[in-house]
């Protein structure tokens, strides 16, 4: 099957086909599928005929790849949905700057442009009184922000590589792995 969509950066799926942790189109953005369920009704005629027809929905809620935000989409279970071309790559980190700018090398050594990271939707840190895991003088950076946290782990010299995501013709940094090394 030709993809019938209306981007280069998508395709169609068969709803039906269509699962948790599957990426789908809602809203012009890239969504992860978190649930999704089905609903099905029974048409009566009580015409000449009598006919009973049956249809079923699926009700997809998902939430942005980027941003985190969460959006529903319903359809019916026959039809299809846009689906995106989703790329996950991964770069060396060679400096990170104090607002969030990752200057980055690909695996042949190559400089990449510098991305910025966004800290709305990079994962806060957690406060001792509402955490049953640590305390305040835990010794553990797990009070600083996750700027800071890899800032004070670059600076220590660990090897760390930026996860990048690729979608519908934006790309973000969606986290920091560390490497041993």
Do not use: W
Not at 32 to 41: D, G, I, K, S
């Amino acid at each position: 099957m030709f993809n019938r969509s209306r981007s280069k950066y998508t395709y169609l799926q068969k709803a039906s086909y269509i699962s948790f942790g599957s990426v789908i189109v809602i809203k012009n953005k890239p969504c992860e599928v978190r649930t999704f369920e089905e609903t099905r009704h029974i048409n009566y005629s009580f015409e000449k005929t009598r006919d009973i027809s049956y249809s079923s929905k699926l009700k997809f809620v998902a939430h942005d790849i980027f941003d985190g935000k969460e959006y529903t989409l319903q359809v019916k279970a026959d039809g299809y949905c846009e689906c995106p071309y989703v790329y996950d790559t991964e770069y060396e980190i060679t400096h990170i700057s104090t607002d969030g700018r990752l200057s980055l090398i690909t695996e042949n050594g190559e400089v990449r442009a510098p991305l910025s990271l966004s800290l709305a939707a990079l994962p806060q840190p957690h406060e001792p009184p509402n955490d049953p895991r640590c305390h305040d003088d835990c010794g553990d950076d797990c009070h600083l922000d996750f700027l800071t946290q890899h800032i004070k782990r670059f600076r220590e010299g660990k090897l760390l590589f930026a996860d990048v995501k690729f979608a519908m013709g934006r790309e973000q940094v969606c986290g920091i792995i560390e490497r041993p090394g």
